[in-house]
């Protein structure tokens, strides 16, 4: 039987995925690509959430028990992070051990009280940035950016796929590991077994 990560493997390949001989893709970058990765449609896909909310909760209560922390909550930039980031919450509070959830904006609110991070707030807060897809490592950068402007302490990054073109190279500079849950690699692979 299938394990949650080839499930969502599966799905992942199957909605989000596209892939060329040739680097025909622009990405946000402006970089070309060979590979397309559009997780959102597969992130926000009912039979995806609880593959995603079980996948990082079990990456998230290893981190916590290799570091001996307790993290309060996940969350990262504004929208790729969040269906990650409520389906994490929900799996979390079934298990009996919430996490709360939270989203960075990509600029500061423009009124009020200029706010760069939604939903949780605790000065201090141990927390797991979330990402859907790493390429360069500037969107979660940005995401950390935020996190940081809230006053959160951060324990880990941790990405639905690592496009390894840099990211993690980028955010290691940084001082900041990443962990993904699957690479481009990953997803090639099931490409090739079955025969696309």
Known sequence: MDTPRDQL?????????Q?????????????????????????FMSEAMPLLGRLFFERI???????????TAVGGLTLGADPIAYAVAYHSALQGTPIQAFSVRKEPKGHGTQKWVEGFERLGARVVIIEDVVTTGASTLKAIDGALHAGFQIVKVLALVDRQEGGREELQRKGYDLESIYTTEDLMRLVRQSGD
């Open 19 to 43: 892939h060329s001989a040739e680097p025909v893709f622009t990405l946000a970058s402006g970089r070309k690509s060979r590979y397309y990765i559009n997780c959102k449609q597969t992130t």
């Open 9 to 17: 493997l599966r799905l992942l390949v199957q909605h989000s995925f």
């Open 61 to 71: 209560k290893a981190a916590e028990q290799k570091d001996d922390t307790q993290i």
